[in-house]
């Protein structure tokens, strides 16, 4: 089961931490990824981390940081220097997206400018 949380409305230039609830032994085993999908898109990959830690960012990178914490079944990404164009629903799931399950909710991240 996959909840995200920590979305909402900033300013150009603001910062937003996303987190999410990542509960299964499937994800606990697997590379981890932040998806993002903005109206009339498609979903792209943000950022992805292995199980040992390694981080590779497909956007935002200087500006995005994404984290994991087995030990909570958590995922994060940190967010900072928004712009307008990163607006879109953010979901975890697993990474490369053709091994993703289920997705959750997602969480909506609104910059404006």
């Known amino acids: 089961q996959l909840v995200e949380s920590g979305g909402g409305l900033v300013q150009s230039g603001g910062s937003l931490t996303l987190s999410c609830v990542a509960r299964?032994?499937?994800?606990?085993?697997?590379?981890m990824g932040w998806y993002r999908q903005a109206p009339g898109r498609q979903r792209e990959l943000v950022a992805s981390m292995t199980t040992g830690g390694k981080a590779t960012y497909a956007v935002g990178e200087g500006r995005f940081t994404i984290s994991r914490d087995g030990s909570k079944s958590m995922v994060y990404l940190q967010m900072s220097d928004l712009k307008p164009e990163d607006t879109a629903v953010y979901s975890c799931?697993?990474?490369?997206?053709?091994?993703?399950?289920?997705w959750g909710p997602g969480t909506q991240v609104t910059v404006s400018s």
């Open positions: 799931n697993i990474s490369p997206v053709r091994f993703a399950v289920a």
């Open positions: 299964g032994g499937l994800f606990e085993t697997s590379t």
